[in-house]
């Protein structure tokens, strides 16, 4: 199973058109892809038309009951078939919200490996709501990035339905520079490279980190300067 990240219409995403890394690079070399997913996505396959039809009444109930905690009503392209893709890995992305809440708690000792953060004290600290954090758009197990500019986190249904945290894909582009100022103040070349090779499940914490950061970074800039949602998909 594979964790990755979208950014582009909903449309694209919900009627099955688009392809994740594994499947363009299966394409690319003649092979059959087959993918294992977490939960049942029986709904990501439909009629463009309709699909986007719900995806608006959804975006447009969703702001509706946003109201005067937005910024403007939420609205984006869902004529485009434009997007970008790409695969963190659960590790990866896990790692990443590690990096980010032991920079926030340095009293806290960092593991050097990955580690389920669930039960982590720095993670502990640092995802609760009503905590203080500088990464709320990393740290709080959000699946929506929306295209406004917006620095809280919040539970809503999403166009299939579930419940599902949402944040600012702004806030997320600044957060993640922001923990790049805090602990590698990389260059942009430097960034670049970290996500070239995976570096598997039992790599260092920060390795794990950095290869997520990379492929975030790279997704949250798209999102913005294209003003489009970013999503996780598992």
Known sequence: MALDVYAGPLTVYYSGQWENIGQAEARKRGFEYHQIRL??????VGDPETVRR????WRQGLSNALGDNLPSRLDWDEQTED????RPDFEGLGALILWASYAEHPDLPRPEQYVDFAEDPAY????PNDAQSHFPAIIRETEFWLP???EFTFKAPGPNGDAVMFSSAYGLFRQLRKLNEMT???DQQTIQAWSVDWPGASASLEALAKYAFS??????SYACTKRMPIKLDY
């Open 39 to 44: 939960r049942d996505e029986s709904d990501a």
């Open 54 to 57: 719900m995806v608006v009444d």
């Open 83 to 86: 997007y970008m893709t790409a």
């Open 124 to 127: 502990g600290r640092s995802a």
């Open 148 to 150: 406004a500019d917006f």
């Open 184 to 186: 590698w103040q990389a």
């Open 215 to 220: 492929d975030m970074v790279a997704v949250a």
